[in-house]
DNA sequence: TTGTAAGCGTTATCAA
DNA sequence: TTGATAACGCTTACAA
């Protein structure tokens, strides 16, 4: 009994090398040699074959040119989300690998070290040239350093992991969140709040030692109020910032910790009547272009992530190329608006919104 | 004559099926099993492998399995950059690849049709299981369907393509700027100006062109800047629309054409005095955050940036399941701030910045 | 100047 | 319950 023909034969098979080697009548490494230029081809030979690539509209499987090669030329890059801050690294990373003749692709894996397991294998198992990891908190480097084959070099950004031998790029987090507490100061505040995410990543903990050592220093008061590192984060830590049950603690300036949470603290603000830059003074870390068209404008303390974005790369190349790079720390910059009342006068006469 | 030994011995050879087979002492076939569950295995040679490929740490080699399977579980993302409206379709396309068991990656091509065209190939030879695109300024529908395998599905976001049979899923643009300037009408605002993006893209003509009949029907006065869709864009158009050689036309209110273009418009507005809501109303394309931080709070057209991402995923499964979605047009919604001159009142007294 | 053939590390089809 | 072995589509010695 004849059997029937199955029904999801794959119709269009894809078009291979040999097929290509068929049509213009040639082997199989004539036409790799004619696509990748790596041998004299008889300019008549190449012109067929290239014709025959032409008609058959045939491309190349690069999936297995890497299995037989061994590399990829695609870097991968793990971000935590994609908030502005980071997507800012990204134009840096696509900056510095465009030169390179590299190209990149991301992912995102929240603030989940699970997820970021599973994408780190997405990544190593497609034989990337290298990959770029904003860590996580939880992220377990003794895990990685076993799991990463020595090829594939790993640079982190944005967050260090304490205790780990794997290079990486930050910020000057530290000192970031010291300028800004002297910078109250100089204004004469000093009761100084701060709205900080809670994860356990090292760029928060090292605003928050910046912010801690400043203010001892400087003998002021203070009060930290943790939160998800989201608008609500920022909304609910400002809430409990200036809850009433707070009699002896009524900050006069606050620092934020990162561009999302100053959204939802803005919020809170505006709420509440509180005047930015005149009730209440402000700072937050991480610059965005509606910063500066806001009414005070923002005063920030901005961090160079574009430079980042290249430095990771460049460091990347150097690992390829056999260095050992050393561990960056980009400055950072106190830029001054309103929020943190300076200005006061400029901001009155010029309060268009 | 005993040659010198080759400097540039790759030392660490990755671990393969092989090696993990010889540890336990079975056939490769057995380990391919037990890794992916896909025969019965006695519990104790499953074990013996299982502990083989622990003290390995064995990762399996994905290229050579997508080599093998011819399809990879990843769906690969073309977005034009990393701009806030894109990384909410991005959060959107994450939600719904998620419980589908996909990867996806992102690359961004600017509004470039060459390096699009290279990514595009990146993303074909490497075999994704489907495609989503922002289609550029340039975009070649014929060519982009006789390069892309038949396996290979494309789904468009953001932008249709004129004349291609890409299916789409894009926000109804037209309508948006139709309500914008309607509104603006029911203001009493008869001098209409709108600081449009240059590119020839779907989003920018439709808008144009729902613009444009609206003007038209309710017998408006209009006026059309096109710039680059980036700040400075929309600073120099803002510019342009307000310069003093327009005697007959200083527009008592302004649509603006995305969000980019909107912090340029917003900058000049504040170094030219004029204040949004009072002297000129507003309204953007694009809601972000901010929007509901500055004072006033914006006026703006909100499309459903997320509900674009999971609706192009969602689109991109059926046409794996083989069946022919159509194209889709989400909803944009007129969220009512201060900018566009609405609750004047409320927004003196509630004047806190 | 061109062709032959051996892999790259998997999966899948047989056979045992 | 397990093992041999042939592909997948390419690159690259080595031969011709």
Redesign the interface.
Known sequence: MAQAKPQNV???K?VTLRDVAKKADVSIATVSHVLNNTREVREQTRKRVQQAIDEL?Y?????????KTGS?G?VGVLIV????FY?DV??GI?EAVEPLGW??????TGENWEKQK??L??M????MQGILIAAVDGFDSKYVE??V???IPIVLFDRRVAGSQMVSVTSMNFEGARQAVEHFYQHGYKKIGFVLGKDLISSFQDRKSGFEQEIKRLNLISRIEEDYPS?EGGYEAGRRLFSKLNYDFIPEAVLVGNN?ML?GF??F??EH?????VDVAVISFDY???C?????PMTVIRQSSKKMGVTAVNILKQKIDGNSPDDVRLQVELSIGGSCGCMQKINRS?H??
Do not use: C
Not at 59 to 67: F, P, Q, T, W, Y
Not at 81 to 84: A, E, I, K, L, Q
Not at 292 to 296: G, K, N, Q, S, Y
């Open positions: 794959k119709v269009k894809s509209s491309h190349r499987n690069d999936i297995a040119r890497e299995l990829s695609l989300d994609y908030n502005p997507t990204l134009r696509e190209k990149f692709v991301v992912a995102s599973e994408l294998h997405v190593i198992s497609r034989r076993s799991v084959p020595a090829d608008i999302m959204i803005l919020e603000l505006r009547q509180l005047r930015v830059g965005q272009a509606w500066d068209v806001i009414t005070p010029n268009l919104f």
